[in-house]
């Protein structure tokens, strides 16, 4: 029974700790990275990708789902770039370009699956005796891609006129622009989520497995 209050008790001081990094790095300029174009690249998705490798699946979609709720407040109060607004908030608007019910499925849903796809991939990955590096490292990368892919691909079939015509440019050039996007944002972000689930994850799970053995 104590070991089990004990368990418990931990888990929720780490979700806790994680939940206030997610914060952080959400709501201050810590959590920004120097990015080219009009996509802003961040550390938002590290903390979802750490709680998904350190304490399972369901508590990373949990703490994916808070980062959608805080990325979601970002852009609708103090949007990074006001101008591409409109396709993370149905409150924002730029002349007719108007976000939608779609906004909320682009801002929420890839943050979700960040923590699914990472804790989903370990598990499989471990089944698989992968190496533990490549096993933990593949899985952060992965989750992370989960978000770019999604977030640009729900721009493109949702808002791909509106958000052209926000930018200046034709329909015909958006997937250039899309694909710069994740070379220059979704890479760098996709690098550091699998750095992170190794070298951060990796050690807190063995740490905490062999305390509570």
């Given at each position: 029974?104590?070991?089990?209050?004990?368990?418990?008790?931990?888990?929720?001081?780490?979700?806790?700790?994680?939940?206030?990094?997610?914060?952080?790095?959400?709501?201050?300029?810590?959590?920004?990275?120097?990015?080219?174009?009009?996509?802003?690249?961040?550390?938002?998705?590290?903390?979802?990708?750490?709680?998904?490798?350190?304490?399972?699946?369901?508590?990373?979609?949990?703490?994916?789902?808070?980062?959608?709720?805080?990325?979601?407040?970002?852009?609708?109060?103090?949007?990074?770039?006001?101008?591409?607004?409109?396709?993370?908030?149905?409150?924002?608007?730029?002349?007719?370009?108007?976000?939608?019910?779609?906004?909320?499925?682009?801002?929420?849903?890839?943050?979700?699956?960040?923590?699914?796809?990472?804790?989903?991939?370990?598990?499989?990955?471990?089944?698989?005796?992968?190496?533990?590096?490549?096993?933990y490292s593949l899985s952060g990368v992965l989750g992370s891609l989960m978000n770019t892919v999604l977030v640009l691909g729900g721009i493109y079939l949702f808002f791909g006129s509106?958000?052209?015509?926000?930018?200046?440019?034709?329909?015909?050039?958006?997937?250039?622009?899309?694909?710069?996007?994740?070379?220059?944002?979704?890479?760098?972000?996709?690098?550091?989520?699998g750095i992170s689930a190794y070298a951060i994850g990796y050690p807190v799970r063995r740490h905490l497995a062999h305390n509570f053995e």
């Open positions: 029974m104590r070991t089990s209050v004990s368990r418990n008790t931990v888990r929720l001081a780490q979700f806790s700790l994680l939940l206030a990094l997610e914060a952080v790095v959400c709501f201050t300029p810590l959590g920004s990275l120097p990015a080219i174009g009009m996509m802003v690249a961040t550390l938002g998705m590290i903390p979802v990708i750490v709680t998904a490798v350190v304490m399972g699946t369901g508590a990373g979609t949990l703490m994916g789902a808070f980062a959608g709720l805080f990325s979601f407040l970002v852009w609708t109060f103090m949007p990074p770039n006001p101008v591409i607004a409109f396709v993370f908030t149905p409150a924002y608007s730029l002349g007719a370009s108007k976000g939608s019910f779609w906004s909320l499925v682009i801002c929420f849903v890839p943050r979700i699956l960040v923590g699914t796809v990472t804790g989903a991939c370990l598990k499989l990955f471990t089944k698989l005796h992968m190496k533990n590096v490549l096993a509106s958000y052209a015509t926000a930018l200046g440019q034709n329909l015909g050039a958006l997937p250039a622009i899309l694909g710069l996007a994740v070379l220059t944002n979704g890479l760098p972000e996709a690098l550091l989520g």
